[in-house]
């Protein structure tokens, strides 16, 4: 999905996802902003709004030479790479993505891809704790 808009706001929400059949539920969201040097007052957020109204951040803040958001798995979103993100909807029965871009440039644009949501299975033989994903 791209997001462009010159000098504006752009807000997308997708359709609500049911999540009840999933353990521990995951959503896999990979960014890529493209960089013009104008990023002072470039700002992402995508976040997820839960069933009970709560909301469960997956990136969020501004983009500038210095600032670069961390998303909720610890990624950093970088301007010119891809850049996955995985965020826990544990507990949030339904689960509805909105994806909001401001950018200052017309050169500038948003894209998320790979929009993926796993029940997160924790793996027996790992003694490190990770985890396994399984699409459902």
């Known amino acids: 999905m ?3 808009d010159a000098d504006g706001f752009v807000y997308v929400t997708l359709d609500p996802v049911d999540l ?5 539920p995951v959503v ?3 960014t890529h902003i493209d ?11 995508i976040w997820a709004t839960c069933a009970d109204g709560s909301t469960i951040d997956v990136v969020s803040g501004g ?3 210095e600032a670069h958001p961390t998303g909720a ?11 996955p993100h995985l965020a ?3 507990g949030c029965g339904t689960a509805t993505l909105s994806f909001g871009c401001q950018t200052n440039s017309g050169n500038e644009e948003c894209w998320f ?10 793996d027996p033989e790992s003694q490190s704790g990770a985890a396994n994903y399984a699409y459902t």
Request: proline content about 2%; some cysteine.
């Open 2 to 4: 791209l997001c462009s």
């Open 20 to 24: 009840a059949a999933m353990t521990t």
């Open 28 to 30: 896999s969201i990979w």
């Open 35 to 45: 960089s013009t040097g104008y990023e002072s007052s470039d700002a992402i957020r």
């Open 63 to 65: 983009l500038d030479d």
């Open 73 to 83: 798995s610890g990624e950093q979103l970088t301007e010119n790479v891809w850049v």
């Open 88 to 90: 826990s909807l544990a």
């Open 113 to 122: 891809d790979l929009i993926e949501f796993y029940d997160a299975v924790p």
